[in-house]
């Protein structure tokens, strides 16, 4: 065991996690996971309540949306492996619904649990012709009646040729793993499964030019220098004049680049507003250290800085990724969004 696993018990499989989710928190699992897949699809929607005609959670390709080219995810949870009888009234709704224009048939539709699929249902879904044949056999048995509440859907005439038309490979039931795997991808997992943050990219220096993102704090130090010298400092090249100053320019925007990387990194790697739950808590933490009598702007900067580094952040999930660099940063991020101000 390592110290923390002897202080916080050992960590448990995320296999073994998401089975103690009810269904509700597993359909947000889920939900979590396909918002994330934004390069793969153009929107995504998550019916709720009945009438849903077998959709839980779909994701969009084109504006097109359910007249285009999209993919279903049917959330599952069940205490059992999934079996055919869970599945075939579902795969009776994609059936029936997309065969009467209420929506083109999906590219694919899977079927997830955190128990994944039976032995039985895994094998009729690795072979789509011996699913076609299971679901047209069990048809009266098992999904005639479980399609709509005010009919009882019999596979005759046009319906019928299309089921025997129709591609059975579009259905699956992945792994809990594979499923895991995904989600490793977004966001929500440290939330849900722990393990912290992967390794951070190395920070872009800034460039030798002020970018338009940068004018508002830049300005403000520039105001700061200008309150400590008594004398109107208007440009960065008007700090050639003081070395140690112009040495605190260059730090400080070496700083908010590398607070604004930590801003781009969290904003993929973790739950969304993580990053401005921290901006928040330095902010409390400077704001009356920013807000005291200092003999000048740049006293107040320096002052302020050096409270944000030596903050105890011990509770919030950035603690050890917040290095002392993006804790100056995060002060000149305040200081560009209005937050704080260095003048006296």
């Known amino acids: 065991m390592t110290a923390q696993e002897f202080e916080n018990g050992p960590k448990i499989d995320p296999v073994l996690v998401i ?18 897949l934004k390069d793969e699809y153009f929107s995504v929607m998550r019916p709720t309540g009945p009438g849903d005609k077998g959709i839980d959670v779909a994701g969009f390709t084109d504006d097109k949306k359910l007249l285009g080219v999209w993919d279903n995810h049917q959330c599952k949870h069940y205490k059992n492996p999934l079996s055919f009888g869970v599945v075939a009234p579902e795969i009776g709704k994609i059936l029936w619904h997309s065969f009467n224009g209420v929506y083109v048939a999906p590219r694919s539709c899977a079927f997830i649990a955190p128990k994944g699929p039976s032995t039985t249902l ?4 690795a072979n789509s012709d011996n699913l076609k044949t299971e679901v047209i056999e069990k048809w ?3 999904i005639a009646d479980k399609i709509t509440t ?40 440290p939330g849900r499964f722990g393990g912290g943050l992967p390794s951070r990219p190395v920070a872009e220096s800034p460039p030798d030019e002020i970018e338009p993102h940068e004018i508002a704090y830049t300005k403000k130090l520039l105001d700061a220098y200008a309150d400590h010298k008594s004398q109107s400092i208007s440009c960065a090249t008007d700090l050639n004049a003081w070395s140690n100053l112009k040495e605190h320019f260059g730090r400080s925007r070496e700083a908010f680049y590398h607070a604004e990387s930590l801003r ?3 904003r993929e790697k973790a739950d969304p507003g993580t990053f401005e739950s921290l901006q928040d808590e330095i902010y ?19 002052a302020v800085t050096d409270s944000a580094q030596s903050l105890a952040l011990d509770a919030h999930p950035l603690n050890k990724s917040a290095l002392p660099k993006d804790r100056r940063g995060i002060c000149h991020q305040l200081a ?9």
């Open 150 to 189: 005010t009919q009882s859907v019999e596979l005759t005439g046009d319906f019928e040729t299309y089921v025997n038309d129709f591609d059975f490979s579009i259905f699956s039931a992945p792994a809990p793993r594979s499923v895991i795997e995904a989600h490793k991808k977004t966001p929500y997992y």
């Open 264 to 266: 781009v990194f969290v």
């Open 19 to 36: 089975q103690t989710y009810d269904s509700g928190v597993w359909e947000t699992f889920i939900d979590e996971w396909i918002h994330s």
């Open 284 to 302: 409390d933490g400077v704001a009356d250290t920013c807000e005291s009598d200092h003999a000048d702007g740049y006293a107040r900067v320096v």
């Open 122 to 125: 895994d094998l009729l879904l």
């Open 336 to 344: 560009n969004d209005g937050r704080l101000t260095w003048k006296k």
């Open 140 to 142: 009266q048995k098992m």
